[in-house]
């Protein structure tokens, strides 16, 4: 893929930067908002990565700007105050997803790459299938090979969660707003708890392991 | 009744009242002055007339001269207005009345008032005369109808002048209850959080109401500059300490990256790792602290079920719970409980309070959320069966950064309960720490209707 990230720390944006390279997509870096602004307007990029405060034109007048313009390219806004009301105003300036500084690279990485999948639509199909595990979505019925398994309904709606993004990351904090819908960090660790619940019942008694943990990022089903 | 008691207690009602009883009282004076005055002249002239009279009877040479005399006169007098009387010697009685005194010099008397040719009052004056006795007596009406005009004049110039008075300090007052109304609202508005809230001061309102909302609106405008200026270094600090943060997240990532294959690297790259997580944790905290309490959120309220709120929160505590082996439950109505609010500040809310209770409490303690519907209040509880907090530590635990000395050794940052108030008071919700006997109960009660 193709990224374009709009940073004006230049330790933060290199890291960023290294780490998408390490991923195997092109990156550019630019450190200011009119150069991020040109960047950006001449196209081609997949997702730009866009600070909120920037020098010369702030991250969230950039973004204006760019969607004044016509330029749909999903974004993903970095802000300090990370909270519901920069969140909001991002989200109304056109973001299209949003992440708090300070983060680490792992949600970062996994939130690029969900939003670069976002305009092929999810998966519609009522039967999700990864490997021999099979997931009908109407008759709720979940197996793997030929045996039954049983799942709580939160259970369900995890598996089904990662399922549907198969192959791509997700995070602690992406699955807490999706599969618990709370938009808060609780520090719990309901999620880890479920993940493991869900490993005991649909990996351990079998040879292949399905649901793999990203270090520092957060799990994905293998495709 | 209430209403009333506040326009009696408003300033304008007030002058109105001691001026008019103060012109009343004058009034009062003076007229019963002028009656008196009046009174006693006319008096006078009846007295002289009397006088003049019983001279003329005088005159007379004899006393059969004096009892003609009263006989011809008393025939040609209207007795309504004089009656002559002359007892003779022998006892013989002349005139057109027998009204003879036993005493001499001047009375004042009423007949018999079912002759009606003797109607009303008289002045007598009775004196020795030839071996009798004559009394002349002229009618008082003049007098007593004077009585009626001072009345007459009492009623026609005082008693408008006095409603007058009384309806225009009323209309006043009532004006002036509006315009302090005004000035009250855009306070309440200030104090409920709304910066921007000025008075505004209408055409007709009086010069010193105009000074005082003058007044007002300047210091609500300074008050927003300060607000301003302080979000502004919030968002500064925010600023320049998220990207040293930032720095030290990814460094420390790098890291840990590195020094996977050595155990003991890893254990303290990890330890680094933690650190930089509460540190980041408290940061947030402290700025959705600052955040919350501008009030800034309430722009975006929406209706929220905090039933739901609960549910999803409780769920998510569930498995922690039954960890620390603590017994988690939710007491809820049936039907949806439904406030304006913010869902996510609500859910931290939720989850701070059973965050605390978890973390505070031994092994074994219940621990029940649980929500109900009151007369105009929504009132959200976080009870425990735990060791509670003493009476007069309680307000302290509300302090920013404020700490138990027992609860030093557990984690924790010390802004959950600050941010639960804060939450609370953005919503308008009293928070308040009971005893749960034993234990500790936190009761956040939302008023439901606007007003």
Known sequence: MKLLVVEDDATTGSYIARGLREEGHVVDLVANGRDGLIAATSGGYEVIVLDRMLPEVDGLTLLKTLRGAGTLTPVLLLTALGEVEDRIEGLQAGADDYLAKPFAFGELSARVAALARRPQALEAETVLKAADLEMNLITRKVTRGDVEIDLLPREFALLEHLMRRKGRVQTRTMLLESVWDIGFDPGTNVVETHVSRLRAKVDKPFRRELIETVRGAGYRIVA | ?451
């Open chain 2, 1 to 451: 009744m209430t209403r009333l008691r506040h326009i009696w207690r408003s300033m304008p009602l007030r002058l109105a009242i001691l001026l008019v009883a103060l012109f009343a009282t004058v009034s009062l004076l003076s007229l019963a002055a002028s009656y008196a005055v009046t009174q006693s002249s006319f008096e006078e002239t009846i007295r002289a007339d009397l006088q003049q009279d019983l001279a003329g009877f005088r005159a007379a040479p004899s006393a059969r001269a004096v009892a003609q005399l009263v006989e011809a006169e008393s025939r040609a007098a209207d007795p309504g207005r004089l009656i002559l009387s002359y007892v003779a010697r022998d006892g013989r009685i002349y005139g057109n009345g027998a009204i003879a005194q036993d005493e001499g010099g001047f009375h004042i008397f009423s007949l018999n008032p079912d002759r009606a040719e003797f109607e009303g009052e008289y002045l007598s004056l009775t004196n020795p005369l030839y071996g009798g006795v004559i009394t002349i007596a002229r009618s008082r009406a003049e007098i007593v109808a004077l009585r009626g005009v001072f009345v007459n004049i009492l009623l026609i110039s005082l008693l408008p002048t006095v409603l007058i008075a009384l309806s225009g300090g009323l209309i006043l007052a009532r004006r002036s209850k509006r315009h302090v109304e005004v000035v009250g609202a855009a306070l309440d508005k200030m104090t409920s959080g709304d910066l921007g809230a000025r008075v505004q001061i209408g055409p007709r309102w009086s010069d010193d109401l105009v000074r005082i909302g003058g007044k007002l609106n300047q210091m609500a405008a300074a008050q927003e500059a300060q607000m301003g200026a302080l979000r502004d270094v919030t968002s500064d600090i925010a600023h320049d300490l998220r990207t040293p943060l930032q720095r030290v997240a990814l460094y420390v990532q790098d890291l840990s990256d590195r020094v996977a294959d050595d155990p003991e690297s890893a254990v303290l790259a990890s330890k680094v790792q933690g650190e930089v997580d509460g540190m980041t944790h408290v940061f947030h905290a402290l700025l959705q602290l600052a955040q919350v309490e501008t009030g800034s959120p309430k722009a975006r309220f929406e209706t929220v079920d905090l039933t739901q709120v609960c549910r999803k929160v409780v769920e998510v505590f569930e498995d922690s719970a039954v960890a620390s082996g603590h017994d988690l439950s939710l007491d809820l109505v049936a039907e949806p409980l439904a406030l304006q609010g913010d869902r996510a500040l609500l859910g931290q809310m939720v989850s701070n309070l059973i965050e605390n209770a978890l973390r505070h409490t031994p092994s074994g303690t219940e621990i029940t959320v649980s929500l109900r519907g009151q007369e105009g209040a929504v009132v959200l509880q976080v009870a425990d069966t735990g060791p509670g907090i003493p009476a007069d530590e309680r307000g302290k635990v509300l302090q920013r950064l404020y700490r138990l000395d027992r609860s030093r050794q557990t984690p924790g940052h010390g802004l959950g309960l600050s941010l639960v108030q804060a939450v609370a008071g953005l919503h308008g919700a009293q928070l308040s720490l009971q005893n749960n006997a034993p234990g500790l109960r936190v009761d956040v009660r939302f008023p439901t209707k606007v007003g």
